[in-house]
């Protein structure tokens, strides 16, 4: 008698932990998430990144509204400001992408632009009209190697969003075209003399 209650609970177990796998999302895009509430796991739906050009500017441009807003402070967006970016990116293009996924990106974004920054103090090299560098294929395999491969796409000019990858990273991106020394004013003493 025993030992066919302990069959049937193992039965029981069984068949829970199938219905439980069953009903367990395994959908592409969707992770897990630790939810700090009660010490509950959240799950959270999101679709595969589709970074295309139309989608990149649209994030562009609501980072750039964020940031105008005062949801970022010097690169570091608020919880507020990617939320709202989060909700309004979805709503335009149906797609759901969480803050790390927009963060990603940013950061990609990041590379490109400051590749994009090193080519203008470039010289040496031809210019077409909107700035870009005209160098050989060879030069641009070689150059964009080691990089994020979307800045290979900078051959053939710049982004329609580089104006607001402007904004993002204006006093973010270190270029090397300028430097600042805590401490020095720029004045210099000679011998205990004022100068």
């Not at 700035?131 to 070689?142: F, P, Q």
Request: overall charge negative; glycine content about 8%; proline content about 2%.
């Amino acid at each position: 008698m025993e030992e066919e209650e302990e069959a049937a609970a193992a039965e029981e177990v069984v068949a829970e932990e199938s219905a439980a796998a069953a009903e367990a999302p395994t959908a592409t895009g969707e992770v897990a998430a630790k939810g700090m509430q009660q010490g509950l796991s959240l799950l959270i739906k999101t679709d595969k990144a589709q970074w295309t050009e139309p989608n990149t500017h649209l994030l562009c441009d609501l980072w750039v509204e964020q940031i105008r807003a005062g949801n970022c402070h010097k690169g570091t967006m608020s919880g507020r400001g990617y939320k709202i970016i989060v909700d309004k990116y979805s709503m335009v293009t149906g797609l759901k992408h969480d803050k790390m996924q927009l963060r990603n990106r940013i950061n990609q974004l990041k590379i490109m632009y400051g590749f994009w920054k090193e080519l203008q103090k470039q010289s040496g090299f031809g210019r077409k009209a909107d700035g870009t560098v005209s160098a050989l294929e060879w030069w641009w395999k070689d150059n964009t190697k080691e990089r994020f491969s979307e800045c290979k796409k900078l051959q053939y000019g710049a982004p329609e969003y580089i104006d607001q990858l402007e904004e993002i990273f204006y006093d973010v991106v270190v270029d090397g075209f300028t430097s600042y020394l805590v401490g020095f004013d720029g004045e210099e003493e000679q011998d205990g003399e004022d100068v």
